[in-house]
């Protein structure tokens, strides 16, 4: 599976966008598909994670009620809907795509498949 994160740019805070990350063939309802972010000088964190079912989703406490999870099956794509972003979501996203155990998901170097990044940059 090959993945191509898409749909980053510039935004003022308070504004949104919506990322994409594009598969390179259908996913199996066992896959987990995550985002992840890395700011400048800092590790990279988990943003949310849903599996290819729709069975689970989640989401890191700071991006809970802004930022939306979601996937298209017939386009094989998930989506990052980010909205009323912050200085402090200025970052490269990633999206990540594995068979996983849910308690996984926020291990980013246990996806099997990881896409380039895409950055975000919010100004204030």
């Known amino acids: 599976v090959q993945l191509q994160a898409s749909g980053g740019g510039l935004v003022q805070a308070g504004g949104s966008l919506r990322l994409s990350c594009g598969t390179s063939?259908?996913?199996?309802?066992?896959?987990?598909m995550g985002w992840f972010r890395q700011a400048p000088g800092k590790e990279r964190e988990f943003v949310a994670a849903?599996?290819?079912?729709?069975?689970?989703?989640d989401y890191a406490d700071s991006m809970k009620g802004r930022f939306t999870i979601s996937r298209d099956i017939a386009k094989n794509t998930v989506y990052l809907q980010m909205s009323m972003l912050e200085p402090e979501d200025t970052a490269v996203y990633y999206c990540?795509?594995?068979?996983?155990?849910?308690?996984?998901?926020?291990?980013?170097?246990?996806?099997?498949?990881r896409g380039q990044g895409t950055q975000v940059t919010v100004s204030s």
């Open positions: 063939g259908p996913i199996s309802s066992n896959y987990i």
């Open positions: 849903m599996r290819w079912s729709g069975s689970h989703i």
């Open positions: 990540a795509a594995s068979p996983l155990i849910w308690g996984a998901r926020t291990q980013f170097n246990s996806y099997r498949h």
